[in-house]
């Protein structure tokens, strides 16, 4: 498991992952928070090589298992990683704001100013 030091450096060597990449990493890691370790599923060849999931995936940020039903698809069930879960926690504050809704599920705006 990757320490928020060694993720630190590894942000040094590779830089943070692109805004995109952020929102969608916090948002697998909200829904699995939320229900227990449930997968988001995808099929399997829109997942690898994917200019956007691939480098988190290499950087072991996301992680995958691959399911076949049998129908020739393979589904790609998405995890974040502990090492994913610490970094969607270091910079929180920063990438929960960019979200349009707000944990609640509500828009931003109609939370009103915070004080």
Known sequence: MATEEEIREEIEQLGRLSEDQELILYNITLKQDELGRQSTNMLLEKVVDDPVLQPMIDRELLTYEVFNQGSGHEIACLYVTLKGMRYCI??????????????????????????
């Open 90 to 115: 270091m910079f929180a504050d920063e990438i929960a704001p960019r979200r349009s809704l707000n944990p609640a599920g509500a828009p931003w705006e109609a939370c009103g100013p915070l004080l």
